[in-house]
C-alpha cells in the first residue's frame, strides 16, 4: 500500500479501539493476569528467598523450586503451554471444573513462566543481608510470620517490587505461553496480535502493536515520574 494522503489515516487504531471488542478485552485480561502474577510471584518469591538463606533442609528444598524455576524459564512457552493443557485439560478434583479454556490456566502457566524473573532480585537482596537479623528477632519472641512482616518484608520490597515490575511487563506482552492457552473471552495482547496477522489483517495487528508499545512507554515514563517517591531498587532499570 503507498504511503499518501489516501492511506495517512487513523482508520485502523479507530477499529480496533471502538469497533473490535476484543481489542478492549485483550488489554484488559493482558493487564489483570499479568498484574496478577506480579503480585503473587513478588509474595512467592519473598518467601522463597526467606529459605534460600537458611540452613538444612528448608534450604535444599528452596533451592529446588527456584532451580525448577530456572528450568521453566528456559524451557520454551509453546512447551509449557503443552503441558498445561495435559495438565489441566481434564476437570479438578473436588470442584470438578477444568481450567483449560479459562484466564486461570494462562496465570498459573505465568507463574511457572516468569517465577525465575521475580526470585532474581529478590535473592540477591536477601544475600546482602546479616543472618543474624533473624536469630535477632527469633531470640526476641518474633515468631515466623512476625518476623518475616516485620524485619524480612520492608528491606526486601523494593526488590520484590523490582522483580514484580520485570514481571508485568513481560508478562503484558508476551504471546508464546499463551498460544495454545488462550480461548474466546480470554484474549491476551500478544494473542490477538497474532491473530490479526494470522488472519491477514496485517494494519490491525500494526495499530495494535503501536498501541502496545505505546501503553509500555507511558507506565515506564510514569514510574520514571514517581521514582524519586519510591526507594531506591523499585525501579528495575534506575540506580538511583
Known amino acids: 500500500m503507498p504511503l499518501a494522503l489516501e492511506t495517512f489515516t487513523l482508520d485502523n487504531f479507530t477499529e480496533i ?10 488489554f484488559v485480561n493482558s493487564t489483570l493476569i499479568a498484574g496478577c502474577a506480579a503480585a503473587l510471584l513478588a509474595f512467592f518469591a519473598i518467601m522463597i528467598g ?11 528444598f ?5 532451580g525448577m524455576g530456572d528450568i521453566a524459564y528456559a524451557i520454551p512457552g509453546l512447551v509449557i503451554s503443552i503441558g498445561f493443557i495435559l495438565a489441566f485439560i481434564r476437570p479438578l478434583p473436588l470442584i ?3 481450567l483449560y479454556g479459562t484466564s486461570g490456566i494462562i496465570l498459573i502457566a505465568y507463574l511457572c513462566a516468569f517465577f525465575a524473573i521475580a526470585l532474581k532480585p529478590v535473592g540477591a537482596a536477601y544475600a546482602q543481608l546479616d ?6 528477632a527469633r531470640v526476641s ?8 512482616r516485620s524485619v524480612f518484608f520492608p528491606l526486601i520490597l523494593p526488590a520484590a517490587a523490582s522483580g514484580a515490575i520485570l514481571v508485568f511487563l513481560t508478562a503484558y506482552n508476551e504471546v508464546t505461553v499463551s498460544a495454545l492457552l488462550w480461548s474466546t473471552g480470554n484474549e491476551t495482547i500478544g494473542t490477538t496480535i497474532f491473530n490479526y496477522e494470522d488472519g491477514g489483517y496485517t494494519t490491525l495487528a500494526s495499530a495494535m502493536a503501536s498501541l502496545t508499545v ?7 515514563l510514569g514510574l520514571n515520574l514517581v521514582s ?13
Open 228 to 240: 524519586g517517591k519510591l526507594p531506591a531498587g523499585v525501579i528495575p532499570w534506575r540506580n538511583d
Open 50 to 60: 526467606y529459605y534460600m538463606q537458611k540452613r538444612g533442609r528448608s534450604r535444599w
Open 214 to 220: 505505546l501503553a509500555t512507554i507511558v507506565l515506564m
Open 141 to 148: 519472641g518474633a515468631r515466623f510470620y512476625l518476623r518475616i
Open 17 to 26: 479501539l471502538f469497533r473490535q471488542s476484543v481489542t478492549v478485552r485483550a
Open 96 to 98: 470438578d471444573r477444568s
Open 62 to 66: 528452596a533451592g529446588g523450586v527456584a
Open 131 to 136: 543472618r543474624s537479623l533473624d536469630d535477632a
